[in-house]
């Protein structure tokens, strides 16, 4: 894997985590905004459907970004040891 592409899978597994995320955010916002008034100290302003929408978007980044560098660390492991027992079975055959 080259490292275009690994950035590619972290961008892009963060992107779609973090609008999954505001999509929850925003659906929990509009429908159970009171989860939002239990859980931090807010005041009666405060719109709850654009704090529940931001609030997801970032959770849902983050966890984007470790689902990403899970996946290259993944197949950068799987590529390296593939290569290895390629190496390794090359030279056992000389």
Sequence with gaps: ???????????????????????????????????????????????????GTVLGFVQGLGAGLVVGLGIVLAVTWYEINKLRFAAERTSSTD
């Design 1 to 51: 894997m080259n490292m275009v592409k690994g950035f590619l899978i972290v961008l892009a597994t963060a992107v779609v985590c973090g609008f999954a995320g505001g999509v929850l955010g925003n659906q929990i916002g509009q429908h159970a905004p009171s989860y939002y008034q239990t859980v931090f100290d807010v005041t009666p302003e405060t719109n709850l459907v654009s704090l």
